[in-house]
């Protein structure tokens, strides 16, 4: 049961991912008019014909508006290692109240080096 936790929050770390990456979920979800503000979407739209149409959302974000948020959420390697740290110290402390930080400790290069080379992987193959 352990296992399986860390193991599938692990999975949802390389889906989420996945879909900002290189999915086009900020499309899917700029459809409903309350998030379409949120996300910028004409903004982003017009950045694609003006200036850059290989523009990925996270590459817009980043270079529209450069933050560490932004520079956070269009890194890879930056939003593996936050999305691995908080998402697996969650779930170690959930699962092992006393001994969970030395667990953690021990176990977190692991599971961040395997998130990013499985999202690489997978990158790499859906541009073939």
Partial sequence: ?????????????????IIWFDGDITNILSRCSILRKLFRRSEYEKFKLEEDVMASY???LNYKYP????????????????????????GFYYLSRETWLIEFTISFPIYYFVNLLLFLIIKKLLSN
């Fill in 58 to 60: 996270p590459e817009f």
């Fill in 1 to 17: 049961m352990e296992q399986t936790l860390l193991i599938s929050l692990n999975f949802y770390i390389i889906f989420f991912l």
């Fill in 67 to 90: 933050s560490f948020m932004t520079k956070l959420l269009s890194c890879p390697i930056c939003l593996t290692f936050w999305l691995t740290l908080i998402l697996n110290s969650l």
